[in-house]
């Protein structure tokens, strides 16, 4: 059974920092791909970062500059580092990873900016 555990969202004024991450358990493969979609009530879950095993990265126009997607492959763990952070990047933050042909998604984590 593969599983997702997510943390590090939270509260955060305006400006501020968070650091989200995502470990994947349970397969004895490594995912092929992990990424952090966000999404906020009434809309649909949008991509945030995307990042490939072998290094490739996508960022949204909307935090390109301020976020920062990375993994241990070691430990089959991604990150998000959230940098200059703005009220509209409020939102419930899903990990995806995919194994083989299968879409893995964690449960979220709030995070919310204060302004």
């Known amino acids: 059974q593969v599983q997702l555990m997510e943390s590090g969202g939270g509260l955060v004024q305006a400006g501020g920092s968070l650091r989200l991450s995502c470990a994947a358990s349970g397969s004895i493969f490594s995912p092929n791909a992990m990424g952090w979609y966000r999404q906020t009530p009434g809309k649909q879950r949008e991509s945030v970062a995307r990042s490939s095993s072998s290094g490739f990265t996508n960022y949204a126009d909307s935090v390109k500059g301020r976020f920062t997607i990375s993994r241990d492959n070691a430990k089959n763990t991604v990150y998000l580092q959230m940098n200059s952070l703005k009220p509209e990047d409020t939102a419930v933050y899903y990990c995806?990873?995919?194994?083989?042909?299968?879409?893995?998604w964690g449960q979220g984590t709030q995070v919310t900016v204060s302004s």
């Open positions: 995806r990873a995919i194994i083989g042909e299968a879409i893995y």
